[in-house]
């Protein structure tokens, strides 16, 4: 059995999956976009390789937050670690955050070959302009965009114009599970104590040291776009820049992990055929009698 732990950030999805992992003698899988990078610790609340369950944690610390990591790559590495502990395991859990890491591992989820496609062409134009060309060149592709999410758009123009639609290869894919036995729990909370604990979560990570952890990042790496775009990251290189005060550094990541807390629990519920718990205890409960 393949149990997914979902919910949104400081829903203790970590907590609850290492009780259910102790319980059914399984390995842990990470399904969250931040912890898969080294030296990405306070900010991530990634668990301590001290903690003798960091054994257990697959897909945890495998990239330097120099390189840059895919939606595709990860796709590739989940599938490619379930059929190793499938091996050794009756059962493996699944825990994180970032939705489609998950959704596009564990449902027939396919990628457009890119590599060969060149979009320079459509820089020049504006944002009403690529989307009028777009409306024209694949219709079907418009309904899943914005028009303003420009890189996007862009790509979908790329792709159409070199005689692959991205709609028709969307279309042939049946949104089925790959796996057998496979279970989705959401561990959300109530709103009021959700945002409690992110507020309380955001005040520790900084009193841990989550300043001087980005400090040192700076030093060692040159950052990733994506590494240096999560939140808490980012908003602490704006501090470090002067750019805004310690004050409002702290109670703009409260604010931004609020508002990704709930599009998370969005995402969650329109994308997965889940079970959704306000506590550990009932999830925990439920994946033991089903187990």
């Known amino acids: 059995m393949i149990y997914i732990i979902v919910g949104p950030t400081g ?53 330097k937050p120099s390189e840059s990591y895919s939606v595709k790559e990860y796709q590739t590495d989940f599938r490619k ?3 190793t502990l499938q091996k050794s395991y009756k059962d493996i859990i699944v825990c994180g955050g970032t939705g489609l890491y998950i959704r596009a591992s564990i449902y027939d989820y396919l990628f457009l070959d890119e590599g060969e496609i060149n979009t320079d062409e459509f820089e020049k134009y504006s944002n009403d302009e690529l989307w009028q ?26 792709l159409a ?36 604990n992110i507020n309380k979560r955001v005040d520790e990570m900084f009193a841990n040291g989550l300043v001087e952890e980005v400090k040192d990042l700076l030093k060692k790496y040159d950052l990733s776009q994506t590494a240096s775009q999560a939140i808490g990251y980012k908003e602490v290189i704006s501090y470090l820049n002067n750019e805004i005060s310690l004050i409002d550094c702290i109670e703009l990541v409260k604010k ?23 506590n550990a205890e009932d999830l925990i409960k439920e994946a033991k009698k089903n187990g």
């Open 11 to 63: 829903s203790g999805k970590t907590k609850t999956a290492i009780e259910l992992a102790d319980y059914f003698h399984a390995p842990i899988i990470n399904a969250d976009a931040f912890q898969i990078y080294q030296d990405m610790n306070v900010g991530t609340a990634k668990i301590s390789k001290d903690d003798p369950h960091y054994k257990d944690h697959y897909l945890l610390d495998i990239k």
């Open 81 to 83: 670690t379930v059929d």
């Open 133 to 158: 060309m777009l409306l024209k060149a694949d219709k079907e592709a418009t309904l899943n965009l914005h028009k303003n999410n420009r890189k996007r758009v862009i790509r979908a123009l790329a």
């Open 161 to 196: 114009s070199s005689g692959t639609n991205k709609s028709e290869v969307i279309a042939k894919q049946e949104h089925k599970l790959i796996y057998n036995d496979v279970v989705i729990y959401m561990l959300s909370p109530n709103r009021e104590q959700l945002y409690e």
């Open 256 to 278: 931004r992990t609020r508002n990704y807390a709930k599009r998370q629990v969005t995402f969650f519920k329109n994308q997965f055929d889940l079970k959704t718990f306000e």
